[in-house]
């Protein structure tokens, strides 16, 4: 058992030795860089690489950088965006609303989780729950959603998200 650990320690410690050196040797190389004038003209142009792509999309890609349909993300981010967003994240494939109160109805209220589960652009790959309140006795009392309202926007979800794809040429990646 001992000498196991002290190859352990020795294989170790050469990493350390080798991390060191490149390390060394990357300072050096910036070093020597630093000591030259630059020309202006050679310069780029400082871009926003943010402005029109979509946060976490690789262009026509169908898969966001952390796994999850593309389209799918997108379709559900248009589908829900009537709606004051909570949180939102592409690489998780999370989305949650704030409380949304309808103009033609003071005492209710709507919150919507949508998660986007697999790279593939499936029904299955979706996963929508609506949360309802209504306002009795002074405050807001969790009530029952219908199935039909959870399903008509998980089938909106979906029509956008094949919406978006046709648009892109029907190309999955």
């Known amino acids: 058992m001992m000498p ?91 989305i949650l609303t704030d409380w949304y109160q309808p103009v033609a109805s003071k005492n209710e209220r709507f919150k919507i989780a949508a998660y986007v589960l697999d790279r593939r652009l499936r029904s299955d790959a979706l996963r929508v729950s609506v949360f309802r309140q209504e306002y009795q006795g002074g405050q807001w009392q969790d009530t029952p959603v219908s199935e039909t309202i959870t399903s008509d926007i998980t089938t909106r979800i979906l029509a956008r998200a094949r919406q978006l794809r046709a648009e892109n040429g029907g190309r999955d990646n």
């Open 4 to 94: 196991r650990m002290q190859m352990t320690v020795t294989s170790s410690s050469r990493r350390l030795a080798v991390r060191f050196a490149a390390g060394m040797l990357a300072l050096g190389t910036i070093a020597a860089c630093g000591h030259s004038e630059r020309d202006p003209n050679s310069l780029t142009k400082p871009r926003n690489h943010l402005l029109g792509v979509d946060r976490g999309a690789e262009g026509g890609a169908d898969q966001l950088k952390g796994g999850v349909n593309a389209y799918l993300w997108r379709g559900a981010i248009d589908t829900l965006s009537f709606m004051p967003l909570a949180s939102a994240d592409a690489v998780g494939g999370v």
